[in-house]
């Protein structure tokens, strides 16, 4: 298993950074949520700038990004020498457990995007 946490990253529970004692390194988001949240919030924020953030290396945050794009729940479009990244609110978490949710509702609940219009379609 590959550590992709960054050496200096910040420790406030919420960035995949360590926190102090044994077992509280662990958080409720995984580093998949946390670059999502970077791209919703920021969509052309570099790669650098998300790692450093999410407390990951570069390597890895691009991974995540490849990951959320080849799953369809965001689109990378090339801009002159940077990438702008469009979060799909629309799709649905990958789980089981919350399929049932959609990206935009758990970035509404996070704070990170505005309440979407009722759906018609539930």
Same mark, same amino acid.
């Given at each position: 298993?590959?550590? &992709?946490?960054? $050496?200096?990253?910040? !420790?406030? #529970? *919420? !960035? =995949? =950074?360590?926190?102090?004692?044994?077992?509280?390194?662990?958080?409720?988001? &995984? @580093? /998949?949520? /946390?670059?999502?949240?970077? *791209?919703?919030?920021?969509?052309?924020?570099?790669?650098?700038?998300?790692?450093?953030?999410?407390?990951? &290396?570069?390597?890895?945050?691009?991974?995540?990004?490849?990951?959320?794009?080849? +799953? =369809?729940?965001?689109?990378? &479009?090339?801009? #002159?020498?940077? @990438?702008?990244?469009?979060?799909?609110?629309?799709? $649905?978490?990958? /789980?089981?457990?919350? /399929?049932?949710?959609?990206?935009? +509702?758990?970035?509404?609940? *996070? =704070?990170?995007?505005? $309440?979407?219009? $009722? !759906?018609? !379609?539930?």
């Amino acid at each position: 298993m590959t550590d &992709t946490t960054a $050496p200096n990253a910040p !420790s406030n #529970g *919420l !960035s =995949g =950074g360590t926190n102090v004692g044994p077992r509280a390194s662990w958080t409720f988001l &995984t @580093n /998949h949520a /946390h670059v999502l949240v970077c *791209l919703a919030e920021e969509p052309d924020i570099r790669g650098r700038d998300i790692a450093d953030r999410v407390g990951i &290396t570069e390597r890895a945050a691009q991974a995540i990004i490849a990951d959320l794009a080849a +799953e =369809g729940y965001i689109t990378r &479009t090339r801009e #002159g020498r940077r @990438n702008r990244y469009e979060v799909h609110a629309a799709a $649905p978490l990958r /789980h089981e457990l919350e /399929h049932d949710t959609t990206v935009g +509702e758990l970035l509404v609940t *996070l =704070g990170r995007l505005a $309440p979407l219009p $009722p !759906s018609t !379609s539930r």
